[in-house]
């Protein structure tokens, strides 16, 4: 079977876009026209903005990061919607990746693993953020389980915010720590490498920190790269390049508010939420290009 | 307002038991008479379990910690079932403890200290997690709901799993990296704290590396300790007693599966699930004593 990082590379050809839309759709960005004056209204609406984002994105973009924390704010029905939107995404043709940083010891790791990563769990997607800070035997559950169902990782190696580098960037051994999380990550992954050359199992890396960044490409050149701090954050369309191979791989660019924002931008006065998040979108697009 | 940390420390000396019972209710232990055979009943089956449970020890312990992740693998059902859990242990008068080691950038931290640490928030607790990989940034947002609401977190230091060791014993600046999140947490928890010489920003300390803990409970005075570890992952009460100070305050050690499984324990041969849970809490008082 083709690995789940090959089928995204394909895509973001075929595509012509190495971005993802992150849908960390805070309820303040709906501006409804309707009351939003219980959970249920919140949370229909909420899932149909979402729908709507979608179905205006779908065709120029390969996949949707979608942010559980802003569906976890409301309780079970939230996650409920977290759930819905990775399936309405799915079936839209784009790749999921659920945002969620799990992380524990072993027996518990398992446990997530199942809930996110396992054919036909509640919070199924393709892939799972996941923070390694309880090391090797934590991240092993995770790993072992995209072995079996073929999907895949992405691990919190550098993080785009700037305390990230409080830890991420002490030294030890003459290795950073996010080195360091990148040879846990890399060795984990080895035997999950794909006819590309990537892992299954990849890596989140700012490019808030474009040096850092560029130093990650070649020194891990088979870690997929999951790239955050694009837009709202800071990192520039040459800082995000600076994740990628040679041949124009090895890295997907989120944007969150960047796109779900961008009818706040004068930019894109005059334009709907969702018109003016595909022109945002369609604007990365050639921005990375 | 009395500090949520005081309040704690009042409860466990009244019930003179430093232990808290980890509800990390696996449907393998429920060793049902009935058939679970949609998620309807299995949901309901691990909620009447767990108020079960909650009601042959609320008058033994003095609080409960809720693993998230085994409520997570059954969706937004399970979510509402660790919502009820919660919920059922405060009525019975338990101090709660969301484990679920949340932990992001500034923004989203924000959305999940509002899930969690909000007054009236659908997954509302006392104490929660935390993960603090992504560096200060990524903690303020719950530091500082807890200071709004007087709640409290556990902040991950020194985890009690194997490879724990692998990040957080690496030596940077002549500090081990789970000293420097010390550091980070004993900073952010300096004005929150109780009359005791406790803060409410706490720290997670495994009691399965005692020479550590010891040295942890002599460096960081004012860092109360969620202790993992203990009993089925192999700490004994002796290394659990290295986390208590002279008055035996500053520590609250947690079983689960020494607890929820007691029933297997030879040592409980012929009781029920629940009265061998509670047997083995009462002799965990006793160990720990």
Excluded: W
């Excluded at 394909?10 to 759709?25: A, E, F, M």
């Excluded at 769990?121 to 995770?142: I, K, M, R, S």
């Excluded at 894109?268 to 998040?277: M, N, P, S, T």
């Amino acid at each position: 079977m083709e690995k789940i990082i090959d089928s995204l590379i394909q895509k973001i050809r075929v595509c012509k876009n190495p971005s993802v839309i992150g849908l960390d759709t805070d309820i303040e960005y709906l501006a409804s026209d309707h009351q939003l004056d219980s959970l249920e209204k919140k949370c229909n609406a909420i899932l149909d903005y979402n729908k709507q984002m979608i179905d205006v994105l779908c065709d120029i973009v390969p996949a949707v990061k979608v942010q559980i924390a802003y569906y976890e704010v409301f309780g079970a029905s939230g996650m409920d919607v977290f759930a819905k939107t990775l399936q309405y995404a799915k079936q839209k043709g784009l790749y999921t990746i659920a945002d969620a940083k799990r992380g524990d010891i072993g027996a518990t790791a398992k446990m997530y693993a199942k809930a996110f990563l396992e054919i036909g769990a509640p919070f199924e997607c393709d892939f799972l953020t996941v923070n390694g800070y309880l090391g090797t035997d934590g991240l092993q559950p995770f790993v072992d389980i995209c072995k079996k169902n073929n999907k895949g990782l992405f691990v919190l190696v550098k993080t785009s915010n700037p305390s990230g580098a409080e830890i991420q960037n002490l030294v030890a051994n003459k290795s950073t720590i996010y080195q360091i999380m990148a040879d846990i990550t890399k060795d984990l992954g080895k035997d999950q490498l794909g006819k590309y050359g990537y892992s299954n199992i990849g890596a989140v890396v700012g490019c808030t920190h474009p040096t850092q960044a560029e130093q990650m490409r070649q020194e891990y050149p088979a870690m997929f790269m999951l790239v955050p701090g694009y837009g709202a954050q800071g990192g520039s369309a040459q800082d995000a390049k600076l994740c990628f191979d040679a041949k124009g791989d090895g890295a997907i660019v989120n944007s969150s508010r960047g796109i779900l924002c961008a009818y706040k931008n004068p930019k894109y006065q005059g334009l709907g939420i969702f018109e003016a998040a595909r022109s945002a979108a369609l604007d990365m697009q050639k921005d990375l290009a």
